[in-house]
């Protein structure tokens, strides 16, 4: 069984940064990508930024620039660093990982709130 744990979210004003940390733990396998995903109150569930085995990666328009995606895999864990942030970006952040032989595995999200 494979178990993602998140932290680092909370309550920022407008401009400020905050770190999100991913960690995965148990029958992990191999690990093809891990990223992050927002869902606001009411909108679907969409992503922000995922990063690939090999390095690369990939942003939602509205996450470049401010947001980078890093991994770790000495200890298979993501990182989203945020700045920047603004209203908009408040939601549940939720970590994601896709991993052979598991499949698609969700952490069980944390928030963020960004305040005027």
């Known amino acids: 069984q494979v178990r993602l744990v998140e932290s680092g979210g909370g309550l920022v004003q407008t401009g400020g940064s905050l770190r999100l940390s991913c960690a995965a733990s148990?029958?992990?396998?191999?690990?093809?990508?891990m990223g992050w995903y927002r869902q606001a109150p009411g909108k679907p569930r969409e992503l922000v930024a995922r990063?690939?085995?090999?390095?690369?990666?990939n942003y939602a328009d509205s996450a470049k620039g401010r947001f980078t995606i890093s991994r770790d895999n000495t200890i298979n864990t993501a990182y989203l660093e945020m700045h920047s942030l603004k209203p908009e970006d408040t939601g549940v952040y939720y970590c994601q990982i896709v991993t052979l032989p598991t499949g698609v595995v969700w952490g069980q999200g944390t928030q963020v709130t960004v305040s005027l």
């Open positions: 990063i690939f085995k090999g390095g690369n990666t």
């Open positions: 148990g029958t992990i396998g191999n690990i093809i990508a």
